[in-house]
């Protein structure tokens, strides 16, 4: 199984991969040609700003992949040491005459040392700043003696498929090659992150191309070469960039404060499905259904509902579910925001307070099996009435109300839907319910009154959703 390549013949696999996305790993062609003769005047202008980065870290034996048809000779030693140095190559850009470098953070991951290499031949070295995973994006800075050349970055909001772009970077430690394309397509889910937000670009990058700069045609930067993808290793012409706007949101929090802070508003959100959308008379699929609302956070301050479709945040579309957390994540910390949701059909604005996101996880235990049950044939569910008993084997707080599933009939819709023992319902319809027998009393309700199908309110492991099941 092949998969994501991070740096210097490093592959991470997904064993559910049908095709294999690796950093700036295998050659691909520029499908385009150059837009006009002043790309020559473009490229001269803004190569002495795009640099090489080597870098130098200890590498154990037992670290060493296996080799795959993307490994270059000498990726893998034959015998290797116990502790042995390995070497690892990429691309960055200068953004400030003082020397402060942007580039992928795989590409310095666990370096010891980092060489920055400029077109004129100098070399320094360069110290981090900081660094975001979760975005890929590192931040160094090296000490010149004179001002650097450097580029701006630009405003990515604005691209459109079919605009042109320029790659400048250090493919296979070539250095300052240039490449064009246009770009494929915007808003790319790559599956890399919970902020995936990239261009699609054919512009050729290869191997040592992360982290290198992808330019529009007045020389500014939209975006930051981070991944192509193919099938075996053969050119495809498919490339992926992060956008500007989330290089401005990352490296200005960087420079400022050393660290990265994400916007919050405590709520839980899932996608809008067809049947959801049947289920709650929406007219269209975009948007971010709220499926919980934290009790006094910024969401719940606002009036937020669970049950609300969120369309736009801060002046910005939400198209899809994960529009949301990606736009709010990048939204100033204490700021107030207008919100746009839908509610019962009906449009409304709020304003929410942005708060400050705690990414720490929480340890949901493990789910003991329920003793008794109510059969709903309709749903294909069995349902376990709460008690103290059942609330504390489940760990639920001692206000919690609802009905538990005990079993799911198999190949229902209610089993296709990713409802499971231990789920907690707390809604049919618009009603809340207390019981098991409260939630038959709510679907026979519906279905005398005429209804195809029936929306459900259900936490899972403390996270809740909707799942709008047949009435059958």
Do not use: C
């Amino acid at each position: 199984m092949k998969g994501w390549r991070m740096r210097g013949g490093r592959v991470l696999s997904f064993a559910a991969a049908l095709i294999v996305m690796i950093s700036a790993a295998v050659t691909l062609p520029a499908f385009a040609r150059a837009p006009s003769p002043e790309l020559a005047d473009l490229a001269v202008r803004l190569s002495p700003a795009v640099v090489n980065i080597s870098t130098t870290y200890m590498e154990s034996a037992g670290e060493a992949q296996p080799a795959s048809p993307f490994d270059l000779p000498g990726d893998v030693p034959d015998e290797p040491d116990p502790q042995e140095k390995a070497q690892s190559l990429g691309s960055g850009f200068v953004i400030d005459p003082k020397g402060v470098i942007v580039t992928n953070n795989h590409v310095i991951d666990k370096a010891d040392k980092i060489d920055v290499v400029f077109t004129d031949g100098t070399v320094l070295t360069a110290k981090v700043l900081g660094r975001d995973e979760k975005t890929d994006i590192a931040v160094l800075k090296v000490e010149p003696k004179a001002p650097l050349a450097h580029v701006a970055l630009g405003d990515s909001n604005h691209l459109r498929v079919g605009d042109w772009v320029v790659a400048i970077g250090n493919p296979f430690g070539l250095g300052g090659t240039v490449t064009v394309g246009i770009v494929s397509a915007l808003n790319r889910d790559i599956h890399a992150g919970n902020y995936d937000d990239f261009i699609q670009t054919d512009a050729a990058i290869n191997r040592g191309n992360s982290g290198g700069p992808l330019f529009n045609l007045d020389g500014e930067v939209v975006g930051m070469n981070t991944a192509i993808i193919s099938p075996s290793g053969e050119s495809v012409g498919i490339g992926f960039a992060t956008p500007a706007s989330t290089l401005k949101s990352i490296v200005g929090q960087i420079l400022k404060d050393g660290t990265i802070r994400r916007g919050w508003i405590g709520v839980r959100i899932q996608s809008v499905t067809p049947d959801l959308a049947a289920s709650m008379g929406l007219k269209d699929l975009h948007g971010a259904l709220i499926a919980g609302v934290t009790e006094k956070g910024p969401a719940s301050e606002a009036g937020m509902e669970t049950g609300d479709l969120v369309t736009g945040f801060d002046g910005r579309p939400v198209r899809e579910m994960r529009d949301l957390p990606r736009i709010v994540a990048e939204t100033t910390i204490g700021r107030s925001v207008s919100v746009d949701v839908i509610r019962k059909g009906r449009p409304r604005q709020l304003t929410v307070k942005v708060g400050l996101l705690d990414e720490s996880e929480k340890v949901v235990a493990e789910k003991p099996q329920p003793l008794q049950v109510l059969t709903i044939k309709t749903l294909g569910l069995d349902l376990l009435a709460l008690d103290e008993e059942m609330r504390e084997r489940f760990q639920l707080d001692e206000e919690a109300t609802g009905a538990l599933v005990s079993d799911v009939a198999p190949r229902s819709a209610a089993a296709d839907k990713g409802v499971k023992p231990g789920d907690l319902i707390v809604r049919v319809g618009q009603y809340e319910v207390a019981s098991p027998q409260d939630v038959s009393d709510r679907v026979n309700a519906e279905r005398k009154a005429g209804a195809t199908s029936v929306l459900l309110r259900v936490i899972t492991g403390g996270v809740a959703r909707f799942v709008a099941l047949p009435l059958e």
